[in-house]
């Protein structure tokens, strides 16, 4: 097992759990395998009435997944059958890791090494047969906005720059859509940075681009918007996000929003912990340091139907793969019938409200604590 060495000189864990990779290994490692069964519903649900089907990757996917060392897990979501409609089977991909070299090394040297990491990871992902791969946000990078330090800006850069490069010739090979989240230079736009995700085409052509609506520097980790409106049917939130901050909300929040807009989330955060070479403060009152803290892994993908895949690693790097029906988002719309009985109309008409500067929240009190006692 990897270790890492803190300032002080003391051996600390590598950020697995007891030593397992994740919760979900904890548990099936330690628990009959009737009573695992039994969590592991509670835990993550059920699909279809049953447990997450496992799917059998081709060997030489499991063999990169071997030879370097990156957690690989596969599963399955159904959909009930339909009489007048096909299933809609999408195979798509997250993949979560680690910065490759010191972060006093060059830039030009830690953004290669990142590349030569992932590049299996990738290649993985498209011997597996994946047809939509998202990598996890500013992947191209450490995760340096925590410092507030200008020179990490260098490793910006416009939408069709290295990293797209890098990917659009891995796209077309395997004829697989690749999500890029990346810091973005906007060229055309007096050099703006945006949280940027690149959407390169299965072609090798850049199709698209989505914008994050706030600065990194200003929140550890990428907040999921309601896309519902577009009638998305697959949502990815690249993150990046550490324990102490979020752990506790980060098996439940991809969830909500999948159950409450009927349609898949894949949730992705990086791994490890990444030490800068000079002090700083988080804004929290305690101590400068030189980490922002443990990246813990354990992306996931989240259903309409309230099931979740087991999560990947909390140290590891890692590829997780998930066929998706997609004919289960209109299924639990049906089912469920949330944007039925939605009232947006009010909900809008609130909402105008509150902006204005002279909005008075609706307080409601027992008159009776009003009155003096006689």
């Avoid at 260098?154 to 990917?167: M, Q, R, T, V, W």
Wanted: proline share 5%.
């Amino acid at each position: 097992m990897d270790k890492s060495i803190s300032e002080n000189g003391e051996t600390v864990a590598d950020g697995s759990i007891r030593g397992y990779d994740s919760l979900h290994q904890l548990l099936s490692a330690n628990l009959k395998p009737e009573l695992y069964q039994e969590v592991s519903r509670l835990l993550l649900g059920s699909n279809c009435g049953r447990s997450l089907e496992q799917i059998v990757l081709p060997d030489s996917a499991k063999a990169l997944s071997s030879k370097h060392d990156f957690d690989l897990q596969a599963v399955r979501f159904s959909a009930d059958e339909e009489q007048m409609r096909k299933p809609r089977v999408v195979r798509v991909g997250l993949i979560q890791n680690s910065i490759a070299l010191p972060t006093t090394a060059p830039f030009s040297d830690q953004k290669t090494g990142i590349f030569e990491k992932l590049k299996p990871m990738i290649d993985a992902a498209g011997v597996a047969g994946v047809n939509i791969l998202c990598l996890q946000e500013a992947w191209t990078m450490p995760f340096a906005f925590c410092t507030r330090e200008k020179k990490w800006c260098e490793f910006a850069e416009p939408i069709d720059g290295e990293s797209a490069k890098f990917l659009q010739e891995l796209a077309k090979k395997y004829n697989m859509v690749i999500v890029s989240p990346i810091l973005e230079r906007d060229m055309d736009h007096g050099e703006v940075l945006w949280n940027t995700a690149v959407i390169i085409g299965n072609n090798g052509n850049i199709i698209g681009k989505h914008r994050s609506q706030y600065m990194l520097r200003k929140t550890p980790s990428s907040k999921l918007v309601s896309f519902w409106s577009k009638r998305c049917e697959i949502v990815f939130n690249p993150s990046a996000t550490v324990g102490e901050l979020s752990e506790p909300m980060w098996p439940i929040e991809a969830r909500n929003a999948a159950i409450a807009n009927s349609y898949f989330v894949g949730s992705i955060n990086r791994v490890g912990t990444e030490v800068f070479p000079n002090a700083f403060t988080s804004g929290d009152g305690k101590p400068q340091h030189n980490d922002f803290g443990h990246f813990y892994g354990s992306s996931y993908f989240s259903a309409p139907d309230a099931s979740c895949t087991p999560s990947l690693s909390r140290y590891r790097d890692g590829l997780m793969i998930s066929d998706m029906d997609l004919n289960l988002c209109r299924q639990y719309k049906d089912k469920w019938g949330f944007r039925m009985t939605a009232r947006y109309e009010v909900y809008a008409d609130l909402l105008d409200k509150y902006i204005k500067p002279d909005f008075k929240p609706q307080v409601v009190s027992d008159p009776m604590l009003h009155k003096s006692s006689s």
